[in-house]
């Protein structure tokens, strides 16, 4: 199976463990057979390669997810990097444009496309399977999951199949409705748009190529930023006459909020967290290295992160958005290609930051206009060079840098340092890169 | 008026505001007219002043509470300090040899003493003057406040006076009883014993001299550890047949719990918070740099420190202790009388701490045996002293210091320093302390 996963942006509903670095899709929250935790992206990989040991899975995204995913993913996956955001078919030109023109795939197979965040069970991926069938099949150009819903949803788009049977034509979309106008369709039959939907790569490079004027992937990516943004429901789905619907009854559970988040875990607690025993339906996700102690709350979700503290009632929790947009806040953690930071003092005219390098690792060559910087070695073994001069360094080691002096440490074993910059005028942009000259 | 304030041990009861070395009276809490906040001890002593500005203050307290009062009261309170923990009576027994040795108090003055921490108006301070009155006129011995129960408690003890006037001869005392007794108790016009009374100064003076064997102050704060823990109340109260109470009808709190701590805090946040609109008799207090977002809840306290994160039903929170007992932590912050320093991270060989000094203050001249240090000057100006070598510096200089190495830094505006301790056995015992040769 050649598999896309579409994985979004960044999300503020699952604040304060996703930020404006870290999308929900990244967090570790579900507990594994072998006691540690693993994210949505992890898991539904997971489950993919359970049910297709030799899947290609393709992961269409944009470039601040790329250190992430390899982080999670390793190197076993495509990553279809989107240079910006224009919206979902554009997303879905490239993947398959690099679908064929990086990885090769026949125009003849089929390629199965879907969001990377749904909570599913196996059976979603026999669906996805029967999905690829439908679309090998030929009697129709796109295949199309539709999930039974459970409640009269305000939040997705409605699929009306001709008839009641498992695999049907559609007769019609329906935008997202108001929750009356939802329990109407219902009672006709209607279906969840889900967004999991299959096709022929060659189908859809056809489509491409008659919406956007190219030549192949390196062409698109170069000029993608010109592309105008179109979903694919908008440029495809509503204007293609031959399409099947595949009816999906089981498990299926958008984890975009806090509420539908917890009720997918099968621990009450992670990370360092005491609860007495009046406490009914709580959780607690706590990445902070200091205890949360919860005494008699019912129906309640606690998350701690280096970016601050939720304390919510779960229903409540899914009106957190405008809460968190008013938070005006710097990034205090993040994942990175070669390691992690996390932000520990912030003061008018230094910024105290920790900072942790994976083995073999190591940060750009840069250098800083208006701030000074000291790094003290707290761990590990490493090189560094600044203003091209290289030395060992240790745990113990202090490294001071004048604004304007080029640096980098790159890591042997584990690496860990306090960094502590010192100015007037700190800032995240305040970042000149260099090549190394053997670079 | 010569007052002393029983100022009593650590609490665990308001943990993660107290901890082992900040007590509950020391959290700045409560919001003053001008907009900041005052902490218990703080606005007692200002609500004294305001009854009496030629009072006497002396607090009774242990060594650990010395910089906290210090800090909070500045030097206009006399402070008599217990070389160990003794209980109630050689506490006050060394409380009135200071004023009359230190202080040089007539021994026919009268003094008040009452504990640190309750809660209470103006009129709790005319009670107090009330008191002395009555232990100037003679009658008795001892004047004892007592308070006119709200509801049958089983955390006080119980006077019973003779009648019902508003100044009684004690007719008998009752230990803390259930609540079915303590409502018998109060059908009979009992009242609450909070621990607050007036006597002469030579009356206490001489039953300290009956029970415990010392020519003065000096010699009792000596032999001190030597003395056996005897409560007040066992070793006089219980023993005296003078004795008058003066009916209180006024406020008083005990704010001992987050439950009654949050009943009397004018505003519902304290820190970086943000509260929805379904929340209901909630407070936050936030001592992290990072917001709080509070939803949905309702009779909740929510408090976050250094050394942790508390959510819990108001209620409950009267049961913490055994968690926090639970809890095997390090301490992540405490006030000195030079400053103040807060732990950033704990790594298994290296510790990172914030430090801060205050204008003109100093750390002791020190050694360890098992660790490196390396402080880097975040902001201000000051001198180090290592190994006997002085040298000024400010934000951006960095010092090394290796295992044995003498240190010191005094700083001249106030100070801020990141501190990195290194090595395999770090630890707070780990500290040899000299004098400097200037001293």
Redesign the interface.
Known sequence: MNIVLLSGGSGKRL??LSNDVRSKQFIKIFRTEDGSYESMVQRVCRQIRKADASALVTIATSKTQVSAIHNQLGEGVGISVEPCRRDTFPAIALAVAYLADVKGIDPQEVVVVCPVDPYVGDDYFEALKELERLAAGGEANLALMGIEPTYPSEKYGYIIPENEENVATVSTFKEKPDAATAAEYIRKGALWNGGVFAFRLKYMLDKAHELIDFTDYHDLFAKYDTLTSISFDYAVVEKEAKIQVLRFSGQWKDLGTWNTLTEAMEENVVGDA?M?E?CENVHVI?E??????????HD?V?S?S????????K???S??KP??D??D?RV?FAEKSWGSFRV???????L?I?VTLKAGHRMNYHSHRNR?E?W?V??GTGRTIVDGMEQEVR??D?I?MQAGCRHTIIAEGEL?L?E?Q?GREISVHDKQKYELEYD
Do not use: H
């Open positions: 604040w304060p005491v007495n009046t706590n902070l290295n200091v205890p949360v102690l919860a005494m008699g709350l309640v606690i701690a280096p970016e601050g503290i939720l304390v919510s009632d229903e409540q929790s009106y957190i809460f968190v008013g938070l806040q205090m520990m003092d912030v003061e008018e005219e230094s105290t920790k000074d000291v003290v707290t761990s745990a113990g202090v001071t860990k306090v502590i010192l």
